[in-house]
């Protein structure tokens, strides 16, 4: 038995994929229908200042890039299943506590260290999540996206 996976197995990692995947999709289908909306408010160049639909448009945007924050970390997770490292946190290399992944399938770090970033946050120092998360397992080579 691999001890790193002990824990992991004893959730259901299919319905976990699963779960990401309806996900991604839906995260795709709202996002569409945001980028239709913006698309049809962008008939109007000349807006005066404080006309409600630069407000609706800002509201567009922020909305928009949440989702777009979303899907990174549906799609970061979904990749981490590609490689095998699903429920593993991607900043210490320990698993990710089943009913932590149950709550949020796309989790990428333990509580620990959750907790951690979100402290070293609100000091202002923002966590970069590894660009190829594998190297912190030492897994190489694997370029497809
Ligand atoms: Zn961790």
Same mark, same amino acid.
């Given at each position: 038995?691999? @001890? #790193? ?6 959730? /259901?990692?299919?319905? +976990?994929?699963?779960? %990401?995947? +309806? $996900? ?5 289908? $709202?996002?569409?229908? #945001?980028? /239709?909306?913006? *698309?049809?408010? &962008? ?11 630069i407000a609706e448009r800002e509201k567009y945007q922020a909305l928009a ?6 899907? !990174?970390?549906?799609? *970061?997770? %979904?990749?981490?299943? @590609? ?10 290399? !320990?698993?990710?506590?089943?009913? *932590? %992944? ?14 951690? =970033? &979100?402290?070293? &946050? ?17 897994? !190489?080579? /694997? &370029?497809? =996206?």
């Amino acid at each position: 038995m691999d @001890d #790193l996976y002990d824990e992991v197995e004893t959730i /259901d990692l299919e319905n +976990q994929r699963q779960r %990401l995947q +309806q $996900d991604e999709q839906a995260i795709l289908n $709202d996002l569409q229908h #945001l980028q /239709d909306a913006m *698309r049809t408010s &962008e008939v109007d160049i000349d807006l005066e200042e404080g006309d409600p639909q630069i407000a609706e448009r800002e509201k567009y945007q922020a909305l928009a890039a949440n989702l777009k924050k979303r899907l !990174r970390s549906v799609q *970061r997770a %979904l990749a981490k299943f @590609d490689h095998g490292v699903y429920g593993i946190c991607e900043r210490c290399g !320990r698993p990710i506590a089943p009913a *932590r %992944l149950l709550a949020k399938p796309d989790a990428t770090l333990c509580i620990k260290c959750q907790a951690e =970033v &979100e402290r070293l &946050e609100r000091r202002g120092i923002h966590y970069r999540p590894p660009t190829n998360f594998m190297s912190a397992f030492d897994i !190489r080579g /694997d &370029e497809e =996206v």
